[in-house]
DNA sequence: GCTTGAAACTAAAACGATTTAGCATTTCGA
DNA sequence: TCGAAATGCTAAATCGTTTTAGTTTCAAGC
C-alpha cells in the first residue's frame, strides 16, 4: 500500500490499477456490469481495487455529467451554526421551500439544504467563498467573527443575512431596540419595581440589542438599571442555575426578561424551584423564538421577532436577489409581534 | 426575448449573445475583470446580458473546475422531511459532524448538511438516484411510501436508516416493543387502572410499535385494551384537543403513555384544563424525542431511543459504510433508555 | 523601421465522471 | 466453412466552468 500523499482516487486510478478502461470501472461502480456484459472476474477485480484503494466518488463531477442539461438546478442553503438550536432556522426552510416549490418546473428544480459551520468559524466553510457550493444562501446565527469575515467578503452570489446587520449586505431583521423597549414597558406597565434582564454570556447582536434596550427603557423610567443575570450558555440548564443562584442569594426580582426562550425555560425552573408563582411573584416576558412558547406553564408572553414575517421577508429576499442580480443592499427591518400570555 | 424552451443559459449562451468568449464572460461573474483587463464597456455588455438572459450558474460544474484536486470532498447528508420537527436529527447531525471533524485532514474535507424532503416524497429527491449529491446519507422520519420506495431501490451509496426497518438496509432503531413494554411496566407499577394511549393520526413505524407494545402489556395484565386517543397531527396543539376531548366526554383516565413528547406536551396542557394533577390524577410517561422533556412541568418521565447512543451508532455506521463498501445489511437495536422524572 | 509594452481579448485544456458507438474476438447454427 | 450473433471490452465525447498561455492590435520610444 504505502500510497502516502498521492491524489485522490479516481475511476482512472482504479482503471490503471486494474488494467481496464475508466469505462469499466464506471460501469460496475453503478452496477451496470450485468446488462453490459462485464465479465464476473474483471467485475471482481474492480471491486476488490474500489475497495483496496479507498475510492470515494467526486460527487461534482457525477453531477456534472448526469444531469439532464435541459433542466436547471439551483441550489439554497440555509447557513446556520452547529451551535445554534436548529429550530431557529425551521420557519425560514420553510418558507424557502414553499417559494421554491411553487417555482419548480420541469427545467427549473430547487433543492434546499441546511449547512452548518462551526460558530465563528464562517470562513472555513467549504465552497463558500469560491460560489461552489450555492446558487444563494441565508446566513443566520452568526457570531461577530463572521460577521467580521462577511463584511470583509464580497460573495458573488445570493446571500441574505438573518438576524444582523452587516454593511453591503442584504439584511433582514428585527427593529433595533424595539424588543427591548416593548418587553419593558410590558413589565412597567404590571407595576413591578425590580428588573431583571437574563442573557447567555456570549451575546449576539440581536441578544445584545435587546438587551440594551430594555436596560435603557427601565432605566429611563424607573431611574435605576435592571439586574444583569448571566447564563454561561443559551441552554436552559444553564438559564435555570444562573437565576437559581440570584434567587438564592436574595437578590430582589419581579420582572424578569430573558432574551431567549431557552432561557425562559430554564428561569421558570429556577422561579418553581425558589416557591415564587409566575406571574403573581415573578413576571416573565420571552421573546417568541421557541416553537412551544404556548405550552409553557403558564403560558409565556412573548415580544419578539414575528417570525413568520421574518421568514417571508428572508425568503423573498432572497427570490429577489436570485432574479435580479446586483441590486442594492437593503436592511430590512420587522417589528417585533407581541404576544400577551399569561406569564406577563 | 421569447426564449421559451431553450436549454439553461451558459456561459457560452451569453459569450455567443454579446460575441464575446466564454473566457471572458467567466473573468467578469467572478468579478476578476480588472485584473485580467477587460474593457469597461465590455464588461458592461456582458453583465446587461448575464442579467437579460437570467443566467443561474451550474454549482457542479463549477465545484469541479475549481476544487483543489489534491483534497477529497465528501458530501454527508442526514435527510429528512419538511414536515418533521427539525430537532430531532440534530444529535444525530452533531455527532456525524463530530466524526467527521476527526476524520478531516488537509486532504479530505467533510461538508454535512441537511437535505429536506417532502414527507412520502422522497423518491423525488433530487440526485437520490444516481448518487449525485451526497457519498453518503442518513434517513430518517420516513412515511411508509418513503419506506417502500427504498426497499425497492438499491441505492449504489452509503445509506443509514434511522428509526425504520427496512429490507437490505443499514439499520438503527429502538429495539422493538421495548419502550411501549417498558412504559406500560412504568405506569401498571404505580396501581393505575385506566390506561390511554395518545398517539398521531399518521403512524410511523416506531410510533405504531411503541403504541401496539403498550397495548399487548396492559392487555396481558390487566385484560382490558387501553383506550386510544387520536390526535389529528404530531404537533402538541393537536395532542391537546384531542386528549381534552376525551377528558371532557368523562371518559376515564389515570395513566397516559403518549408515543411523542410533543404530544405529550399537548397533554400536559389538556390534563392542566381539565383540573387534573400529574401524576396524582393522572400518570405521563413520554419518548424522551423532546430536547426539554426535563422543563417540563412536572418534569416528564420517558421510556424512549437512548439518542445519544441511537446517534452515535447511526453516525458510526455511516462512516463505517463509507470506508468499507459493501458490508452486509444489519440491523442495530438500541434499547431504550428510562429515566424516571416526577410525571410517573 | 524596429523593438517593446500594454491592452484586450481568445483557444484550449482541465476538473472527474458517464455513456454511446464501436472494435476485436469467440461461439454457434446451418 | 461462412456469416451472424454474442461476448467483453475501449475510445472518445460530453457535462459547464475556470484558467493558463497565448495572440493580435495599436501606440510609444529609439
Known amino acids: 500500500m504505502a500510497r502516502g500523499d498521492q491524489r485522490p482516487v479516481t475511476v482512472h486510478t482504479i482503471a490503471k490499477h486494474v488494467g481496464v478502461s475508466p469505462a469499466a470501472v464506471s460501469t460496475v461502480l453503478s452496477n451496470r456490469h450485468e446488462e453490459r456484459r462485464l465479465a464476473a ?8 481495487a474500489v475497495r483496496e484503494l479507498g475510492y470515494v ?9 448526469t444531469h439532464d442539461p435541459e433542466v436547471r438546478h439551483i441550489d439554497l442553503g440555509i447557513l446556520t451554526t452547529f451551535e445554534a438550536p436548529l429550530f431557529l432556522v425551521s420557519r425560514a426552510l420553510r418558507q424557502v421551500q414553499r417559494m421554491a ?46 460577521d467580521a469575515f462577511l463584511a470583509a467578503t464580497a460573495l458573488p452570489y445570493a446571500v441574505v443575512v438573518l438576524g444582523r446587520r452587516i454593511p453591503n449586505y442584504f439584511c433582514v431583521l428585527e427593529t433595533p431596540g424595539e424588543s427591548g423597549r416593548r418587553a419593558a414597558e410590558i413589565l412597567l406597565a404590571s407595576h413591578r419595581s425590580q428588573f ?24 429611563e423610567r424607573t431611574g435605576r438599571d435592571p439586574a444583569r443575570v448571566i447564563a454561561s450558555s443559551f441552554v436552559p440548564a444553564s438559564g435555570a442555575e444562573a437565576l437559581r443562584a440570584h434567587l438564592a442569594a436574595g437578590r430582589p426580582c419581579d420582572a424578569l426578561y430573558a432574551v431567549t426562550d431557552s432561557l425562559a425555560l ?4 429556577a422561579i418553581r424551584d425558589g416557591n415564587r408563582r409566575i406571574p ?4 416573565v416576558v420571552g421573546v417568541g423564538d421557541h416553537e412551544h412558547a404556548d405550552f409553557f406553564d403558564p403560558p409565556l408572553t412573548c415580544v419578539g421577532p414575528a417570525n413568520d414575517t421574518v421568514a417571508e421577508q428572508v425568503a423573498t429576499s432572497l427570490f429577489h436577489l436570485l432574479s435580479h442580480r446586483r441590486v442594492k443592499p437593503v436592511e430590512l427591518h420587522v417589528p417585533p409581534s407581541v404576544v400577551m400570555r399569561v406569564s406577563a
Open 41 to 48: 472476474a474483471t467485475v471482481e477485480k474492480i471491486r476488490a
Open 57 to 65: 466518488p467526486n460527487i461534482a463531477a457525477r453531477r456534472l455529467r
Open 280 to 283: 403573581r411573584d415573578i413576571a
Open 196 to 219: 431583571v434582564v437574563l442573557t447567555p454570556a456570549l451575546l449576539t447582536q440581536s441578544t445584545a440589542e435587546r438587551a440594551a434596550a430594555f436596560c435603557a427603557t427601565v432605566r
Open 266 to 269: 430554564g428561569a421558570y425552573q
Open 101 to 146: 416549490d411553487a417555482r419548480t418546473d420541469p427545467k427549473r428544480k430547487f433543492s434546499v439544504s441546511i449547512g452548518m459551520f462551526h460558530a465563528g468559524r464562517l470562513r472555513e466553510m467549504p465552497g463558500l467563498l469560491n460560489a461552489s457550493r450555492f446558487n444563494g444562501v441565508i446566513v443566520t446565527n452568526t457570531l461577530p467573527d463572521d
